[in-house]
């Protein structure tokens, strides 16, 4: 399926990928971001959109001269990395609890971070920039060092997968931690306050902006982009320790070559090329999918995740989806579902089965098959992989 133009009255038209007719209210902010002066050409929307802040969660915004923190959003450099290791699936037979308990204690998830800070990270050549980082956050190094290589909360996760071929895949999502969202959160605030004075009339006070060849501008861009590759390297981090740990337990702690490897952001924006000008692209929730580029496509911790490679579909930005997209709150799930309904539904994966995790039910998310169907012009896909092993955030 192609997209479909929204009929709704803005300068810059809405193409949407979603295979359902938005809700009132994702409508409205989807109206609010296209009605902004700068949007170039169009905005796009992913299959799995859905409400966000300021801007819907997997839309593509483009913009010239200027660049809205707040749909980039607060987990800058949010993203997914996979390897797709040498093992059949045969040799993980009878070592899956043992697996996921050593991972659970050398990753610290949710509000944990790491005790000790090994080498890999305190030789990061960018914590050189650290105290040009925005004013304030100078005291936040130690904790910024102590958290790289942790996985943090919510829908973020670690997995052992096993795809259509037998083959075991490695695969995680996480961010950029505290730091990035105290950035984030710092220069929102900033957009907000010139917005205000200049007097600007905005559709919703979550679309303040920086324009181009400001100090503020420049300030968020530099912040931003250390942001996105603390957030990979803080997926490279964990995802070192995360094959070690699978290599001791099924190659006798013999370091293997991966045959595949995939590091990705889906929130965050970049300077690219599309339609024959440089603009700035917002991807709140969505991948790149430039031509040969690999990108990952998760399920919930119930069902199948995919490994794409882009097709290049000027349309969308050259984009894809992020993940399967939520189908309700989480407050929603945990007054939907009983804790029955998750071990249910995480029938067949070593994973936690406590209410602490209900709010990430796979039956809280859409439906992945769906979503794939609706981007077969913005991907194909490499590999299908299913989890037998979920860490939650």
């Known amino acids: 399926m192609a997209y479909e133009k929204l009929e709704i009255a803005t300068d810059a038209p809405v193409l949407s990928w979603a ?37 819907l969660v997997g839309s593509v915004i483009a913009t010239k001269e200027a660049v809205i923190p707040a749909a980039v ?37 949710g509000f944990n971070e790491n005790q000790e800070v090994e080498k890999t990270v305190t030789n990061w050549q960018k914590w050189q920039e650290f105290k040009d980082l925005h004013p304030g956050v100078q005291d936040l190094e130690n904790k910024a060092l102590r958290q790289m290589g ?33 950035l984030a959160q710092r220069h929102i605030s900033t957009a907000k306050e010139l917005a205000k004075m200049a007097e600007i009339n905005l559709p919703d006070p979550d679309l303040a902006y920086f324009v181009a060849n400001t100090p503020e501008f420049a300030a968020y861009w530099h912040d931003l982009q250390w942001a996105q590759h603390y957030a990979k390297m803080n997926r490279d981090v964990m995802m070192a320790r995360f094959k070690r740990i699978v290599e001791k337990h099924i190659a006798g702690g013999k370091a293997t070559k991966p045959l595949l490897e995939v590091n990705c ?67 929603k799930a945990k007054n939907t579902y009983t804790l029955d309904d998750l071990i249910k539904q995480t029938e ?46």
């Open 265 to 331: 952001h889906h929130n965050y924006a970049e300077k690219e090329v599309h339609f024959g000008e440089e603009v700035y692209v917002t991807r709140k929730g969505a991948v790149r999918a430039e031509t040969e580029d690999y990108g990952i496509i998760p399920g919930s911790m119930g069902a199948k995740s995919y490994i794409v490679k882009g097709k290049g579909c000027t349309d969308s930005f050259c984009s894809c989806s992020h993940g399967a997209g939520r189908l309700m709150s989480r407050n």
């Open 73 to 109: 959003g607060v987990d800058l450099g949010c993203g997914m990395s996979a390897i797709k290791t040498p093992f059949t699936a045969e040799k993980l037979e009878g070592k899956l609890k043992k697996i996921r308990l050593d991972i659970e204690a050398a990753i610290p998830t």
């Open 150 to 182: 942790s996985l943090g909360g919510g829908n973020h996760f670690i997995e052992v997968c096993v795809d259509t071929e037998n083959q075991v895949w490695l695969m995680l999502h996480s961010g950029s931690r505290g730091i990035g969202n105290i």
């Open 348 to 393: 067949g994966v070593e994973c936690r089965k406590d209410e602490d995790v209900l709010d990430e039910i796979p039956g809280a998310y859409k439906p992945i098959e769906q979503v794939m169907a609706n981007q077969a012009d913005l991907v194909e896909v490499v590999a299908t992989l299913k989890q037998v092993i979920c860490v939650k955030g």
């Open 19 to 55: 295979n359902h007719p938005l809700k009132e209210d994702e409508t409205k902010m989807a109206k609010n971001v296209a009605s902004l002066p700068f949007v170039f050409k169009h905005v796009a929307l992913m299959p799995d959109v859905h409400l966000g802040k300021g801007a």
